[in-house]
């Protein structure tokens, strides 16, 4: 499928010469076999994007770091159940880096996939292919701690999905957002707290299933995220609940060890029955003591005066 978008762009009388040129070196490093498909491969070879590095290719002087073009773009990539295609190959000059993405479009684009779909189940998401160019920076162990090399600046790209294919749309934001967020234990780049709410990252349990066929009182919903720091104060936030709160749970300390349970029975061991008169004897006590102290502070109270 992808050979034959590059084909078509190449083969577009319309296309500008700088998009035609682009798809030719695209076209070029697919029929190599340069681009790199596997997660694990990409988790421990690609090199590192950070967030800043998204925001500074995407956001426009003097406005949100919220803007759509950015959060859409990261709302969107944790919404999908899987990879579509997600694959990146270095240039000759090892100084940049190809990606070539399959997203999905907004359920606008989706009215005519519903047919496809179970009655009350989400629609089908329509797939479109973004391509860009990042400029990499070469890095060290000794000054950043990996050698994996490091994204600085957003060269070139096109959107397949948008009529203005080289504009700042949030559907390629979406493809640097997949990018930041394969990530890996054995990768030594710091980890993106949103890789805890992807459902395609291996090993991660967000929940991401939709159905509104069940009765309202049962439904969920729940706001994706749109950003590290949301996500960070999210899972910071989630720890200090369990940290107080505890977690709620029922624990069978004896298993089912007959013997252990016998001598918790026994007569070595107080049961409730005996513990409940002496606890009532004791709140009496109590109650009686603060009465007394009351009655005693009054009458001095009234002697002094």
Same mark, same amino acid.
């Given at each position: 499928?992808?050979?034959?978008? &590059?084909?078509?762009?190449?083969?577009? $009388?319309?296309?500008?010469?700088?998009?035609?040129?682009?798809?030719?070196?695209?076209?070029? +490093?697919?029929?190599?076999?340069?681009?790199?498909?596997?997660?694990?491969?990409?988790?421990?070879?690609?090199?590192?994007?950070?967030?800043?590095?998204?925001?500074?290719?995407?956001? =426009?002087?003097?406005?949100? $770091?919220?803007?759509?073009?950015?959060?859409?773009?990261?709302?969107?990539?944790?919404?999908?159940?899987?990879? #579509?295609? *997600?694959?990146? @190959?270095?240039?000759?000059?090892?100084?940049?880096?190809?990606?070539?993405?399959?997203?999905? @479009?907004?359920?606008? +684009?989706?009215?005519?996939?519903?047919?496809?779909?179970?009655?009350?189940?989400?629609? &089908?998401?329509?797939?479109?292919?973004?391509?860009?160019?990042?400029?990499? *920076?070469?890095?060290?162990?000794?000054?950043?701690? =990996?050698? &994996?090399? &490091?994204?600085? =600046?957003?060269?070139?790209?096109?959107?397949?999905?948008?009529?203005?294919?080289?504009?700042?749309?949030? =559907?390629?934001?979406?493809?640097?957002?997949?990018? +930041?967020?394969?990530?890996?234990?054995?990768?030594?780049?710091?980890?993106?707290?949103?890789?805890?709410?992807?459902?395609?990252?291996p090993g991660m349990h967000a929940e991401r299933a939709c159905s509104t066929v069940q009765p309202a009182s049962m439904a969920h919903i729940k706001r994706l995220l749109t950003s590290n720091e949301e996500a960070e104060k999210k899972l910071k936030h989630g720890l200090k609940m369990n940290m107080h709160q505890?977690?709620?749970?029922?624990?069978?300390?004896?298993?089912?060890?007959?013997?252990?349970?016998?001598?918790?029975?026994?007569?070595?061991?107080?049961?409730?029955?005996?513990?409940?008169?002496?606890?009532?004897?004791?709140?009496?006590?109590?109650? $009686?003591?603060?009465?007394?102290?009351? $009655?005693?502070?009054?009458?001095? #109270?009234?002697?002094?005066?």
């Amino acid at each position: 499928m992808i050979p034959e978008i &590059l084909s078509a762009l190449i083969n577009c $009388t319309e296309c500008e010469p700088s998009l035609i040129s682009f798809s030719q070196e695209l076209q070029r +490093h697919c029929t190599a076999g340069d681009f790199v498909e596997d997660f694990n491969v990409i988790v421990l070879e690609a090199p590192e994007m950070t967030e800043n590095f998204i925001r500074e290719a995407f956001i =426009h002087v003097g406005d949100s $770091t919220d803007q759509k073009s950015i959060a859409s773009g990261l709302t969107k990539v944790l919404e999908m159940d899987k990879v #579509i295609f *997600h694959a990146y @190959a270095w240039a000759e000059n090892k100084r940049s880096i190809y990606i070539i993405s399959k997203q999905g @479009a907004s359920q606008t +684009h989706d009215q005519k996939t519903r047919k496809h779909t179970a009655m009350g189940e989400k629609p &089908l998401l329509n797939e479109y292919c973004v391509m860009a160019q990042i400029a990499v *920076h070469p890095t060290t162990y000794d000054m950043h701690g =990996h050698c &994996l090399g &490091l994204c600085t =600046h957003l060269m070139r790209s096109y959107c397949t999905q948008c009529k203005t294919g080289c504009g700042m749309c949030n =559907h390629k934001s979406g493809l640097l957002h997949m990018q +930041h967020l394969h990530w890996g234990e054995g990768r030594p780049t710091p980890k993106p707290a949103t890789v805890g709410f992807c459902l395609w990252v291996p090993g991660m349990h967000a929940e991401r299933a939709c159905s509104t066929v069940q009765p309202a009182s049962m439904a969920h919903i729940k706001r994706l995220l749109t950003s590290n720091e949301e996500a960070e104060k999210k899972l910071k936030h989630g720890l200090k609940m369990n940290m107080h709160q505890g977690i709620p749970a029922k624990y069978d300390i004896f298993g089912t060890d007959s013997a252990k349970w016998d001598v918790l029975n026994g007569s070595d061991f107080v049961s409730k029955e005996q513990w409940d008169p002496l606890l009532c004897s004791l709140r009496a006590a109590s109650l $009686t003591l603060a009465k007394n102290k009351i $009655t005693s502070k009054r009458r001095r #109270i009234k002697d002094d005066k």
